[in-house]
């Protein structure tokens, strides 16, 4: 389990992305933020904000009605 976790369920897009761009401002480089989230669409979001970003999307998955990323902090 990872240290750094974002619970953005219930939010709507864009904010799981805009909470989960400021949520790894403060998780250092090479390590992984857990992110939690219940709208469909994040799961193309993630996918394209790590392609932007130059983060690593380790893993997304989901648990029933929540999606489940994990972002390795990997842009400078």
């Known amino acids: 389990m990872s240290d750094?976790?974002?619970?953005?369920?219930?939010?709507?897009?864009?904010?799981?992305?805009?909470?989960?761009?400021?949520?790894?401002?403060s998780v250092p480089s090479g390590e992984?933020?857990?992110?939690?989230?219940?709208?469909?669409?994040?799961?193309?979001?993630?996918?394209?904000?790590?392609?932007q970003t130059g983060n690593e999307l380790v893993e997304s998955s989901q648990d029933g009605d929540v999606y489940i990323f994990k972002i390795k902090h990997t842009a400078a």
């Open 4 to 25: 750094h976790v974002l619970d953005a369920k219930g939010l709507n897009c864009p904010l799981p992305i805009l909470k989960a761009k400021k949520a790894l401002k």
């Open 32 to 51: 992984i933020l857990t992110i939690y989230a219940t709208d469909p669409g994040s799961v193309a979001d993630f996918a394209a904000f790590c392609n």
